[in-house]
């Protein structure tokens, strides 16, 4: 049991870019507050941001709210948003921009004592440089709060995931599990059946679900009641609301 003041909640992360992490991670959030979780939704650092009535936020933030109908702000939500779609740390030093590690901390506490579970999408993959001196792995620390690893279920994944997942232990950091997601149309075949059991031995973690591609999840604002039913009912997710108490 962990202590009262200790944030409850998952990090997500992924094999890559354009994974699905932002569609795993509203899902679930979805699917939480479906089953009456005071559940809150953060993007500490987006780059990619897009302009919107002067300035630049981030299309991951504004989906994660909607899928959690959440009232906080969006810069609550994402603190750091970056103009370029490259990682953060060139993105920033391109715009001059300085990302304070201090200032995830103090927005995270603040949604931790709004919200009795988080869920926090991480930038990227588990490599990616924030700042000159840390990695995505490095602000994850912080949250200590598990990971959950999203990777694509077809050819080539054993290898990404099992790579994310040793990364991610070397950093000390808690894995609960592996999501499957097809963010790409494509045919099923012997790969992506076989996959997941090998992907279980190799990683030693279980596979939670396996997302499947549906057109219905593209976009910024899908529709929360589909998101939770169809994340929902793909990913077994019950054991992960209090899974780090
Ligand atoms: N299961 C899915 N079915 C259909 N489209 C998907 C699915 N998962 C992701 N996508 C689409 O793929 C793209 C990348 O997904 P996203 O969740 O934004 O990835 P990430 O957050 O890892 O960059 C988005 O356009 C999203 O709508
Ligand atoms: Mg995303």
């Known amino acids: 049991m962990t202590s009262h003041s200790t944030p409850t909640g998952i990090f997500i992360t992924g094999t890559d870019t354009e994974i699905g992490k932002t569609v795993v991670a ?3 959030a979805a699917a939480f507050k479906a089953a009456g979780v005071n559940v809150g939704v953060m993007k500490p650092i987006a780059s990619g941001g897009i302009e919107h009535k002067g300035r630049i936020v981030s299309e991951d933030a504004i989906f994660l709210k909607n899928a959690a109908q959440v009232d906080d702000a969006l810069d609550l939500i994402n603190p750091i948003c970056l103009r370029h779609p490259l990682a953060p740390s060139v993105a920033a030093e391109i715009e001059g921009a300085s990302i304070d590690l201090r200032q995830i901390d103090d927005v995270f506490a603040q949604l931790c004592q709004r919200h009795e579970f988080m869920v926090v ?3 990227g993959g588990i490599a990616v440089p924030i700042r000159d001196d840390a990695l995505v ?3 994850a620390q912080r949250f200590q709060l598990p990971l959950i690893v999203v990777a694509r279920p077809n050819l080539g994944t054993i290898n990404h995931t099992v790579l994310t997942v040793e990364f991610a232990r070397s950093y000390n950091l808690e894995i609960c599990g592996i999501v499957l997601n097809a963010s790409q149309e494509g045919s099923k075949g012997l790969a992506e059946e076989t996959n997941p059991k090998e992907l279980e031995r190799l990683a030693h973690l279980p596979i939670l679900g396996t997302v499947l591609f549906d057109e ?6 899908p529709d929360p009641d589909f998101l939770s039913q169809f ?3 793909h990913i077994d997710w019950k054991g992960l609301v209090g899974a780090n108490d």
């Open 26 to 28: 509203g899902g679930l």
């Open 216 to 221: 219905r999840l593209q976009g910024n604002t």
């Open 137 to 139: 792995a490095n602000m």
């Open 121 to 123: 999408e991480g930038v």
């Open 231 to 233: 994340i929902g009912n």
